[in-house]
C-alpha cells in the first residue's frame, strides 16, 4: 500500500480545504466554540486523540479551528474504490483496518503503522479516534489500543528520544443533524508519553493500559460523558433541566452552547455523586425523572415548554410575526430548495445515520455553487437591469438561512398552541407537577452544597 508523502504540507490541499472550512465555520454551523487552543503543542510528534460522535464531521472541526494539515486514521471501509482512496489520501487520511473488515486485512495494518510513525518522527500531527468507531451519544465509549500502541512504537523507533505527546480533544455537538447549530472543540492538556516509557520497556501490556486509562480519564473531563447507561436517558432530560439553572445562577456565565455543555457536565457529576452519596434521594430523582421523560415523549413535547408559562397574547403575538414574515420565507424556500433538500432524499438509504451529515456537507458544497451559477447565469440572461440579478442572487443565501429558522420557529408556535389548547389535561398537569419536584430537589442539594 502506498502513501506516498502524505504527510508532508501540500499547497494544493492548503488552498482546497480553504472553502470547506469557511462554509464549516461560518455557514453550516451558527457558531464553532474553541477552548484549549494554548494546550495545542506548537511542535514535537504530537498525538491527537478526540471522542467520536459525529463521522467526518469530526475531522473537519479540528481542521476548521486553525491553518494546519493534520494527518488523520480513519476505518479502512471508508476507502471503496480508487478514486476515494486517492481522494481520502490526498486529504492526509490513513486507513485503519478492524477485525470486521476480514482477518486478512489486518496484515495492511503493519504498513499504516508503519507509516504513522514516520509522520511522528517527522514531527507532524497524526490524529487518531481511539473509540475506533462513531455514534452520536454523550458517552465516551471503552478506547482501543492502537493509539498508545503507535505512541511506543513511534518512542522505541526513535530510541524513546522522540517525547511523543497526546492531546485529549472533546467535540460536542448542540445538535448531530440539523443545519446551523452550534459546536464546541475543547483541547486538554498534553500527556507525556515518555512518562510512560519506562514501564513500557519492563511490561509493554501493563503501560498500554495505564496510559489508555490516562487519556480515557483526561478526555471524560472534556466531554458530557453519561457513564450511567442504565439511566442514560434520565441523565440527558436532567441535563436539559438542571443546565439553565446553573447558568442562571451564575451570573458571570452567559447562556452560550459552550457554557450549556460546560453546565451539562456539572450536572451529569452531580447525579453520579448523589448516586454514590444518597442512593434513596437518586432513586426517588430518578423516577421522577424517568416519568417525566415518558410523558413527554408520549405528548411528543420538549422541556422547553413546560419551563414556563406562556400567555395568549405572547402566542398570538408570536404568530402575528410569523405570517408578516411568510413571503421573505417562501422566497428563500423555493430559491434554495432543490440543493438544499436533494442530499436528504440522497441520504436516505445511507443505514449509517450518523454519517447523513457528512455526506450532506459534502454534497452542499457541490450542489449551492453549481445551482446558484446556473441561476445568477438565467438571471443575466432574461432579467432586466443587471443590479436586479445581483440583489437577487444576495438575498437568495440570506433568504435561505431565515427560512431555515422560520421552520424551527413554526414548530414552536404550533408546539405552544398545542399547550395553550391542552394545559388542563391531566398528562400536562402531571409533568408541571413532576418538574417542580425535579427541581426543587435538585435545587435543595445542588445549590446548598455550593
Partial sequence: MKFTNLEDPNWLYGLVRVFPTVVHNYIFYKKIYTMGLENIPKEGAVIFAPNHQNALMDALILISVKNWQPVFMARADIFAGQFIRRFLFFCKILPIFRMRDGKDSLKENNAVFQKAVEVLRKKRYLVIYPEASHKGIHKLRPLKKGITRIAFMAEEASNYTLGVKIVPVGISYQDYFDFRTNALINFGKPINVEDYNALYKENPQKANHELVGRITKDLSTLIIDIKDSANYDNFEIARTIFAPYIIRKNHKLI?????????????????????????????????????????????????????????????????FILLAALPITIFGFLNNFIPYHTPYLLTRKIKDKNFHTSVRFALYLFLFPIFYTVTFVLLCKYLEPWWLSFLYMILVPITGIFSHRYYAVVKRIIALWKLFFNQRKISYLKLRILRTKIVNIFEKIYFNKK
Fill in 255 to 319: 447562556n452560550n452552547f459552550k457554557n450549556q455543555i460546560e453546565a451539562g457536565k456539572e450536572v451529569v457529576t452531580f447525579l453520579s455523586d448523589l448516586k454514590e452519596s444518597d442512593s434513596q434521594t437518586f432513586d426517588e430523582l430518578i423516577s421522577y425523572l424517568s416519568q417525566y421523560n415518558q410523558i413527554l415523549t408520549k405528548s411528543n413535547l420538549q422541556d422547553w415548554i413546560i419551563r414556563k408559562k406562556y400567555k395568549i397574547w405572547g402566542i398570538l403575538l408570536r404568530t
